[in-house]
């Protein structure tokens, strides 16, 4: 058995220790070849919420900030899946269409800013 898988996240192969997570993968191999400050390329995806870029924080299945798309199948927990070889990675970065929609109208009055 090898020491090592190819992974392709977003297209680009990286290659990382068998055995570990995904989202350790792409930590370890951020941490030493993105020597970019730009938040979004470090991002596994972008809050549905509000957009803003999410990346691992617990590494054991809690925290849910660690969802890729991985082989085709979108929210996955990045930290619980072990790397296989050829695996294909999708950072979620294109939330536009779950973006939270609603306007002061929606909310209910005691909530809103504008209480003219
Ligand atoms: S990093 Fe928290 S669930 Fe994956």
Same mark, same amino acid.
């Given at each position: 058995? #090898?020491?090592? =898988? +190819?992974?392709? =996240?977003?297209? +680009? !192969?990286?290659?990382?220790?068998? *055995?570990?997570? $995904?989202?350790?993968?792409?930590? *370890?191999? #951020?941490?030493? %070849?993105? %020597?970019? @400050?730009?938040?979004?390329?470090?991002?596994? %995806?972008? @809050?549905?919420?509000?957009?803003?870029?999410?990346?691992?924080? /617990?590494? !054991?299945? $809690? /925290?849910?900030? /660690?969802?890729?798309?991985?082989?085709?199948?979108?929210? $996955?927990? #990045? /930290?619980? $899946?072990? =790397?296989?070889? *050829? !695996?294909?990675? +999708? &950072?979620?970065?294109?939330?536009?269409?779950?973006?939270? +929609?609603?306007?002061?109208?929606?909310?209910?009055?005691?909530? &809103?800013? @504008? @209480?003219?």
């Amino acid at each position: 058995m #090898s020491d090592t =898988v +190819k992974i392709y =996240v977003d297209e +680009k !192969m990286m290659e990382v220790p068998a *055995g570990i997570s $995904v989202a350790a993968a792409i930590l *370890g191999h #951020s941490h030493s %070849h993105n %020597h970019s @400050n730009d938040q979004s390329r470090k991002a596994f %995806h972008n @809050n549905s919420m509000d957009a803003s870029p999410r990346a691992p924080y /617990c590494l !054991m299945g $809690v /925290c849910f900030e /660690c969802m890729m798309e991985i082989d085709g199948e979108a929210n $996955v927990q #990045s /930290c619980l $899946v072990t =790397v296989q070889d *050829g !695996m294909q990675v +999708k &950072r979620q970065l294109n939330t536009e269409a779950f973006h939270y +929609k609603n306007t002061e109208d929606d909310l209910p009055e005691n909530r &809103r800013t @504008n @209480n003219d």
